[in-house]
T-cell receptor, first 112, second 116 residues
Framework: DQQVKQNSPSLSVQEGRISILNCDYT??????FLWYKKYPAEGPTFLIS?????DKNEDGRFTVFLNKSAKHLSLHIVPSQPGDSAVYFC???????????FGQGTTLQVKP | DAGVIQSPRHEVTEMGQEVTLRCKPI?????LFWYRQTMMRGLELLIY????????DSGMPEDRFSAKMPNASFSTLKIQPSEPRDSAVYFC??????????????FGPGTRLTVT
């Protein structure tokens, strides 16, 4: 039972354009959401997060949007750069277990 | 700080053999997590420790898997006997807390396990 889903395994965008990565969740007890970025042969690294009481958080080129009614969040990267090419994992924090639940990941390729 | 350290980085073994993966968390972190990454399921939490005590091992797939944390600076994940379906990348992560304000976990580079 996948509580956090990233339905797009891959995404390809042109340098300078917007990248939008999506994530859906099913558990209403999630109180915090995070995005991690992973390069090949490295571990995931934290990118940006958002509390469930907010609907937007921005950090430079990265913005995360949360739609609680739809149980959906998205990561926007503007403008996209070739160095952004990586696997992006969406994660949700469970307030009753203290665990992070990760999605399957989306591979982003930014073409020069 | 050197970050989370994992060894070995790659492990190739034959079915039935014992495999031991090792992890050194970031100094001062109270929580340690073991994850497994597969294409189908992404990152799955196997087990996590708080102050060296196992808190939740509900993600451990079978009795063939076991994990220990004898002290604050070392943990092992053991698979005995190993099977081909155990082939995956295994990550160790550590954090200050599992609650606010820090939910962030710091991951090691992973161990790529191949069981033939």
């Amino acid at each position: 039972d996948q509580q956090v889903k990233q339905n797009s395994p891959s995404l390809s965008v042109q340098e300078g354009r917007i990248s939008i990565l999506n994530c859906d969740y099913t558990n209403s007890m999630f109180d915090y959401f995070l995005w991690y970025k992973k390069y090949p042969a490295e571990g995931p690294t934290f990118l940006i997060s958002i509390s469930s009481i907010k609907d937007k958080n921005e950090d430079g080129r990265f913005t995360v949007f949360l739609n609680k009614s739809a149980k959906h969040l998205s990561l926007h990267i503007v403008p996209s750069q070739p160095g952004d090419s990586a696997v992006y994992f969406c994660a949700a924090h469970s307030s009753n277990t203290g665990k992070l639940i990760f999605g399957q990941g989306t591979t982003l390729q930014v073409k020069p | 700080d050197a970050g989370v350290i994992q060894s070995p980085r790659h492990e190739v073994t034959e079915m039935g053999q014992e495999v031991t993966l090792r992890c050194k968390p970031i100094s001062g972190h109270d929580y340690l997590f073991w994850y497994r990454q597969t294409m189908m399921r992404g990152l799955e939490l196997l087990i996590y420790f708080n102050n060296n005590v196992p808190i939740d091992d509900s993600g451990m797939p079978e009795d063939r898997f076991s994990a220990k944390m004898p002290n604050a600076s070392f943990s092992t994940l053991k698979i005995q006997p190993s099977e081909p379906r155990d082939s995956a990348v295994y990550f160790c992560a550590s954090s200050y807390s599992t609650g606010p304000p820090s939910y962030e976990q710091y991951f090691g580079p992973g161990t790529r396990l191949t069981v033939t």
